[in-house]
């Protein structure tokens, strides 16, 4: 009986394991639209309501969920107190920290910042391509994540269960 029950109990953790690990990829991809989303906010508003950065953030976070809303409303706000530092160090340190907390990789951080250096020498088209490319990075790798997610959600869960057997086994 007990012996029963633990085999039961490891099954269910090596199963659950296998479908945390598909569910944080699919938040990966789930993250990178709403980096490209933001990336296509802000480039609609510098295109179209030819508002600066720091205005974009302030009315970009108005329409925005958390985390990203209060990370821009700060950024809007540290550039309005104009402590001396420049958009793109404001920028990346204050999304970088948002950044570190979603289920996203190195490159993925990177590829939503890259539009950022050297911001405020450019003006609204250079701004608009830096931004496009950056979305496109986003979009490239979301279309090949989500080829692989199908594939890959499944082994985890089958290499869960199987792990689970396994172990059963040889504990048994």
């Known amino acids: ?15 659950g394991l296998g479908l945390l690990y598909r569910q944080q990829y ?3 991809i789930r993250t990178l639209r709403t980096l490209e989303n933001i990336l296509e906010l802000l480039a609609s508003q510098v295109r179209y309501g030819r508002a600066s950065l720091p205005e974009c953030c302030r009315q970009a976070a108005g329409q925005m969920k958390a985390p990203f809303a209060e990370a ?15 958009f793109a160090e404001v920028f990346r340190k204050r999304l970088g920290a948002t950044l570190e907390s979603l289920p996203l990789s190195g490159e993925d951080r ?12 450019q ?18 790798t979301e279309r090949r994540l989500k080829k692989e997610c199908a594939d ?9 269960l199987m792990g689970g057997l396994l172990i059963i086994l040889v504990l048994w």
């Open 72 to 86: 821009f409303r700060d950024v809007a706000r540290q550039m309005e107190e104009n402590e001396g530092s420049s």
């Open 152 to 160: 890959k959600g499944r082994m985890a869960v089958g290499l869960g």
């Open 26 to 28: 699919r938040d990966r």
């Open 110 to 121: 990177e590829s939503f910042l890259r539009f950022v250096p050297d911001m405020g020498y």
């Open 123 to 140: 003006d609204g088209q250079m701004q608009l391509r830096a931004m496009e490319q950056s979305r496109d990075l986003l979009a490239d």
């Open 1 to 15: 009986m007990i012996k029963g029950i633990g085999a039961l109990l490891v099954f269910s953790g090596c199963a």
